[in-house]
Every structure is written in C-alpha cells, then in structure tokens.
C-alpha cells in the first residue's frame, strides 16, 4: 500500500481530493477498508475523519457501480413523473395551489412537500373516506378485535378517479405539481392506522416476478411514483420510513412525500413504510402513478 497522504496540520483536518484519490487507489488495489482506515491514521489522520472520508469514498464508487448497472441493464429511460424543481424555488405553482419544497433527495428522487392539501381538504378526505372503511374494519374485528400485526395494520379505501368536486380538484393539483397526467393515475387510496398500526418496508411497484403481475401491468403498465399525503397529526409515531436512506419523514397535516421509481427493482432504493402508530391515530392519501393510461 502507498504511503497515504498527510492531513495539513493536526487539528484542522479535511478530506481533501488528494485524500479521496488515495482511497480510491487502495480499494480499486484490493485493500479492504479497516487496513486503508489504519494506514490514515498512521498518517496522522484523525479517526472519524478518516472514517468519514472512507465512507464518502466508498459511497461514491457505489453509486457509481450501481448507476452503470442500472444503465446496462435498462433501456432508455422513459420520462418519470416529478416536479420541477430547476433553481431550487420554494414554492411551486400547482395550479389552485402555492405548494412548499421542504426537502428532496437525488437518489431517489424523493421530494417533500408542505401545504398541499389545505387542512379543510385533509378534513373532508377524511370524512369522505371514513364510511367507506367500516367493512374492512368488521373483517378485522372478526379476526380478533385488536390490531394484531401483519404486514399492513392499517384499514383502507379507494376512491374513484374523478369521482366528485374535491376528488378532480385535488388530482388536476397533483398532475399539474407531479407533471403527470391525471388518466395516469390510480383513484386515491386512504388509509387509516390506528394505535400501533403500521405498514411493514415495501416497495410499491409490482414485483416482476409475481404471476400475477402480467395481469395488473396491462391495466396501465408499472407504477412509476407515490405521493403519500398526510392528513392529520398523529400525536406520536407514524413517520414515513425510507430504510436505505435512514430517512423518516414526519406525519403532518396537508404535507406529503413523493417519490418516483424508474425500474421496479430494490436499487431503486425507494423501501418504504408507515412506523407503527406510537399514539394517536394517523389518516394518509396515497396517490400512485403509473407509467401509461389506468382504466
Ligand atoms: O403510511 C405511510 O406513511 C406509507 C403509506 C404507503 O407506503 C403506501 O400507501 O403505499
Ligand atoms: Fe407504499
């Protein structure tokens, strides 16, 4: 192994491209990372700059590796439903709606989004969706009264694309926000979770593996994006979970999360869930997008 280089002084230490580069060689030489983590510190480097460096080294020739995969692997990509988000502006013009970006992330496009339902919207989703989820709640009252944890504790409801004002309303604000049209969209999914509910990691796309995949696909092709929106505050609990970005995005009223997929793989990184309810209860909206016309 090459002697690595030196930090500038003792206690002002930062990675620099020189340091960078040096991993680089040493791993791309076959030397494993706790040997290149001893010869930096042998060379004066400080141990958790040296970790840091380490792991944002090795992240990059990740990512690296993973984007050439995805690129031999995939044909042309086809467009992906997102906002845009050019020049980093804080607010983007849904139409009827000033909507806030509040966060995003690259890989994967992952976008957070405030006031994009206003609180009386939230309210009569909500309302809206409440009757419609008492047969499912009397299967799960059959099954043994509590909410006994499976894979999704939660109770849910489709409504129909265009079913009534508010429904077009908020899909023509979604497919103005997202640039997808609004035929691509499935109708909107509530679900309700209550104390300790919650909906285990999943991706959302459908696995390709799956027999009956084939039948679901013709139904509009593959899903492409999720828009979670969140329509009241639980008290605790309830983020949205993103385990390969060690991300968790907060429950609050009228904000939401979106995120899109190119392939239906898990490099998409988009793993997924509700945390369980820790107190209170938690409503969401679930729009999915799909790559061609749902009917
Ligand atoms: O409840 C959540 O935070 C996530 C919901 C979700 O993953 C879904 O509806 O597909
Ligand atoms: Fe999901």
């Not at 930096?40 to 040296?50: L, R």
């Not at 970790?51 to 992906?80: F, G, I, K, M, Y």
């Not at 639980?234 to 993103?242: A, H, S, Y």
């Amino acid at each position: 192994m090459t002697n690595a280089a030196h930090p500038s002084s003792r206690l002002q230490q930062s990675i620099t491209p020189e340091l960078t580069r040096w991993i680089t060689e040493q791993s791309e030489a076959g030397h494993g990372p706790a040997s290149v983590l001893q010869a930096m510190q042998a060379a004066g480097w400080d141990e958790a700059v040296a970790l840091l460096a380490l792991e944002q080294t090795l992240n990059q020739q990740l990512d690296l590796a993973s984007h050439q995969a995805v690129a031999t692997r995939v044909p042309p990509q086809q467009p992906l439903p997102g906002p845009e988000l050019e020049g980093s502006p804080l607010y983007l013009d849904a139409g009827d709606r000033q909507v806030a970006v509040l966060m995003q992330v690259q890989h994967p496009r992952l976008v957070v989004f405030g006031d994009l339902l206003s609180a009386e919207e939230c309210e009569a989703l909500i309302a809206a969706a409440e009757p419609r989820l008492a047969r499912s709640r009397t299967v799960m009252t059959q099954t043994g009264g509590e909410e006994v944890s499976v894979d999704r504790t939660s109770d849910g409801m489709f409504f129909s694309r265009g079913e009534s004002e508010l429904i077009r309303r908020i899909e023509q604000r979604i497919a103005r926000l997202l640039n997808w049209p609004v035929l691509h969209g499935e109708g909107l999914q509530v679900l309700h979770y209550g104390p300790g509910a919650e909906y285990k990691p999943h991706y959302d796309y459908f696995d390709p593996h799956e027999p009956g995949t084939p039948t679901i696909l013709k139904r509009g092709g593959q899903r492409v994006g999720t828009l979670v929106m969140y329509l009241n505050d639980p008290e605790q609990g309830g983020g949205t979970t993103f385990p390969d970005l060690q991300l968790e995005v907060g429950p609050r009223r009228g904000n939401a999360v979106f995120f899109s997929y190119a392939q239906a793989h898990p490099s998409s990184r988009t793993l997924h869930g509700g945390a369980p309810v820790l107190k209170g209860e938690k409503w969401v909206a679930t729009k999915w997008l799909r790559e061609g016309e749902f009917h």
